[in-house]
């Protein structure tokens, strides 16, 4: 499958105020990544729609040639509300963030959603959905869906109104419903009515353990219309990458290869490196023999492990190429399509 000019599956790095942590858009692309997902709602708190309309967008602004995906801002409805009560409001209307150092209040809706996302220039839009845990309560769950619903409903009006670009610009929704079969699948089913681009898995995608919630995510993929692209958010893990692809999915995200990087878990054809462990202080072995990257062409363990050892910048830079070139490599020839 394709999406533009892009062969599926596919991995998108978090970008999220238009950088990838530690590395330059040069070293970005020299990854082979081709497509990056930003964060609608910081950057609307950083630079917000006026602003960054008049910079021309994220690509113009981070001089990126590639793809970008927005997110909604339904993470943070998750994450800064719904974990934090005290710091926003939510109604069927309109979601009110509070911030904990001065009491002011962001507004967001689904329409002004999509507008910072055409201020982004985004190529792929989401949603505005209501984001839950994996294991919210059927009450919590079915306000989740009837919020995501009506709020899919607005946005995919609000995008359709201002689209003068039909063939260059594309908008996903989010299915919702916790693990309750008949609610994901109401979900689904009248977000297939409203006919959008491509469907993501909503929720979180794995349970208080950190482990895959593989029935969840099968029985939201098999709801997917197999001719559009499906996108399981925050899945990061290489194995839970390959369990997905499996079930269906070829669109992933997540912060896992670049954070690990930072903290020196790197990822091998031989399984994890853990850089700064002692062994590895005097290996003139590059991290992983089987890699193209820059930084197994240039450099050794040795170098990566002294660099990060000492908390040096360019430590952190080199083992967020490797990390980020290894799963743009997982996806292009180890997984089976």
Known sequence: MKLFSLDLPIFMPDATLGTVRAVSTDQLKNTNT???????????????????????????????????????????VYSLIHKKSNLG???????????????????????????????????IFIA????????????????????????????????????????????????????????????????????????????????????????????????????????AMGVGKPEDIEKCVQLGYNMFDCVIPTRNARHGILYSSNGIVRIKHTKYKLDTNPIDSNCGCETCRNYTRAYVHHLLKNNEILGKTLATIHNLYYYQDLLKKNVKI
């Not at 690509?59 to 995906?69: A, F, H, Q, S």
């Not at 950190?210 to 995510?217: M, S």
């Open 34 to 76: 081709k497509m990056v997902v930003v964060n609608t709602y910081h950057l609307y708190l950083t630079l917000g729609i006026e602003n960054l309309t008049k910079l021309g967008g994220i690509k113009k602004l981070m001089n990126w040639d590639g793809y970008i995906l927005s997110d909604s801002g339904g993470f943070q």
């Open 89 to 123: 409001k939510i109604t069927q209307y309109v979601v009110y963030f509070k911030s904990p150092v001065n009491g002011s209040k962001t507004l967001l809706t689904p329409e002004i959603s999509i507008d910072m996302q055409y201020a982004i220039d985004s190529d």
């Open 128 to 231: 505005l959905d209501d984001c839950r845990y994996s294991g919210v309560s059927r009450r919590d769950a079915e306000t989740s869906v009837n919020y995501t619903i009506d709020w899919a409903r607005r946005a995919r009006d609000h995008f359709d109104k201002k689209n003068t670009r039909p063939n260059n610009k594309k908008i996903f929704a989010v299915i919702q419903g916790g693990s309750f079969k008949d609610l994901r699948e109401r979900c689904a089913r009248e977000l297939i009515e409203m006919d959008f681009d491509g469907y993501c898995f909503g929720g979180w995608p794995v349970d208080d353990k950190g482990i895959l919630v593989e029935d969840i995510l099968k029985l939201v993929a098999d709801l997917m219309p197999v001719h559009k692209p499906r996108y």
